[in-house]
């Protein structure tokens, strides 16, 4: 039992570390992670645009194999 209390101590004492080394490095560098407006809109135009296509691509292919084999 003492053996898994003293391991839980150094866990927690690992982990509030962490955190706190987490946070001081956030606070010196706060615009970290942030990401624009315009890289968002960039990415789902891109995504839509791509869906677009496959989209387009499958109904051709739809389109060309029914034709193709009723003939």
């Known amino acids: 039992m003492k ?3 003293v391991r839980i101590q150094r ?3 690992r ?3 962490r955190l706190e080394e987490r946070l001081e490095e956030a606070a010196r560098r706060p615009d970290r992670g942030d990401i624009s ?3 968002v809109i ?3 135009a891109a995504v839509a645009g791509a869906l677009a296509i496959a989209g387009t691509i499958a109904v051709v292919i739809a389109k060309y194999n029914t034709a193709l084999s009723n003939t």
């Open 3 to 5: 053996n898994t209390a």
């Open 11 to 13: 866990a927690m004492l």
């Open 37 to 39: 407006i315009t890289t």
């Open 42 to 44: 960039i990415w789902i």
């Open 15 to 17: 982990l509030t570390t």
